[in-house]
């Protein structure tokens, strides 16, 4: 199982100034320890489950940009970028360049977008719940077509592109994750237009996932596309303390990694993801032979 790092918060200690250390450090960890995935989330002020608005927030892509010259192996992306934040086209350039500049890493995460207080504050369009799964749907078109040798046009009912020109390729055509829990339209996107789910999980009980998997494999026999092709990943909560509950949390991700998922996203529960992704280094992730419980963190990274 490939082992993600989620980071959510920005309040760290110092104010401001310390945002860009912080995370530079986090970097430099993410490589140490060998792992897989980085991301952040892309919102425009905090959610309110984690402190609400008043709370620091980055813009997501310039973060990833930052995060690329201080990472050398783990993808990176935003989890989940929202459909409405971003013209389609301007998207698929920005993951390009992001593509590009950290050497073949980028993964596209997106979702219909849900929180409509920022949106508002901030004077940006939020449409309808309706309108809003119409453009996810027409912008996973559009990425896929930019990456491609199709320049186009695209006529749909919300956007039009007169040519889908994209000028460097990127280096690796970026896998696509829609995340998000819905039957209906979010896992049938998944099967019809992605290379990954991303799904919230309890890490005490895998039964909820094991039904979203097994309506994500219905979709995929209805759009005629392969269910053992995607990337299955969760999101959940790590232990505050990986030194105390790594082995644990292993152990829990087993019963995950039985139902067939392939990918955790962390999130490190305080405001030093850099000291976090560490302790998971040490007590999470395999290590050599002599590591004390590296028997049982058999398989909790990349596969080979």
């Keep these: 199982m490939r082992l993600g790092v989620h980071v959510v918060t920005y309040d760290f200690e110092g ?4 945002i860009a250390p912080m995370l530079a450090a986090t970097g430099k ?4 320890a060998g792992i897989d995935n980085l991301s952040v989330m892309d919102h425009y002020w905090q959610m309110e489950m984690v402190g609400g608005p008043d709370l620091n927030m980055l813009e997501g892509y310039t973060t990833l940009g930052f995060l690329a010259a201080h990472t050398t192996s783990a993808e990176l992306q935003l989890l ?6 971003r013209h389609p086209g301007l998207l698929a350039k920005i993951i390009t360049t992001l593509d590009v500049l950290s050497g073949g890493r980028a993964v596209l995460g997106i979702g219909a ?4 207080a920022e949106a508002v504050g901030l004077g940006v369009p939020f449409p309808s719940t309706k309108e809003r799964f119409e453009r996810l749907e027409e912008t996973l078109r559009i990425v896929r077509q930019m990456w491609s040798d199709d320049e186009g046009p695209f006529d749909g ?30 896992l049938r996107f998944v099967a019809k237009y992605a290379d990954a789910c991303n799904l919230f999980a309890d890490p005490t009980d895998p039964s909820g996932t094991l039904r979203k998997l097994d309506i994500l494999r219905e979709h995929c026999d209805n759009e005629g596309s392969s269910f053992d092709r995607l990337r299955k990943t969760i999101t959940c909560m790590a232990p505050a303390d990986p030194a105390a509950g790594g ?58």
Aim: glycine share 12%; net charge negative.
């Design 15 to 18: 104010g401001p100034t310390a």
């Design 113 to 116: 977008a849900w929180y409509e």
């Design 29 to 32: 960890a993410v490589d140490d």
């Design 157 to 186: 009912t919300h956007y039009q592109l007169g040519r889908t020109l994209n000028r460097p390729q990127p280096v690796r055509t970026p896998p696509i994750m829609v995340g998000g829990m819905g039957e209906k339209k979010t």
């Design 247 to 304: 082995a644990a949390f292993v152990e829990q991700m087993r019963g995950f990694a039985d139902i067939g998922i392939d990918e955790v996203h962390v999130m490190p529960p305080s405001n030093d993801p850099a000291g976090f992704v560490r302790a998971l280094g040490e007590h999470v992730v395999p290590a050599p032979v002599e590591h004390a419980v590296s028997a049982a963190l058999v398989g909790l990274r990349r596969p080979g």
């Design 80 to 85: 989940v970028t929202g459909t409405t934040y």
